[in-house]
């Protein structure tokens, strides 16, 4: 798979990661963030991380704000 390719997965994740199960979101944002290493994507990875940090500790509004972010960086990649 090509990069943009990638990038369209990773964009779609992120968009669907506001359904489903706290574990079911947890695991998407696990993805992305392995993802973007993968991709050589070490500072978005880590924004991935802290994201998925936030929901871990139940801060819904930091772990919104930290998809959206992801959502903004990661179209620029294209």
């Known amino acids: 798979m090509n990069d943009t390719a990638r ?14 199960s706290l574990d079911a979101i947890a695991k998407k ?4 963030q392995v993802d973007l290493e993968s991709l050589g994507q ?10 998925l940090g936030a929901l871990r ?5 930091e772990f919104r704000r ?3 972010f992801l959502q ?6 294209r």
């Open 7 to 20: 990038i369209d997965v990773l964009l779609a994740t992120l968009n669907s990661a506001d359904v489903g």
């Open 72 to 77: 903004s960086k990661i179209g620029h990649l």
């Open 29 to 32: 944002m696990g993805q992305v």
């Open 42 to 51: 070490q500072e978005l990875a880590g924004a991935a991380g802290e994201a």
């Open 66 to 68: 930290g998809r959206a």
């Open 57 to 61: 500790r139940g801060d819904v509004t």
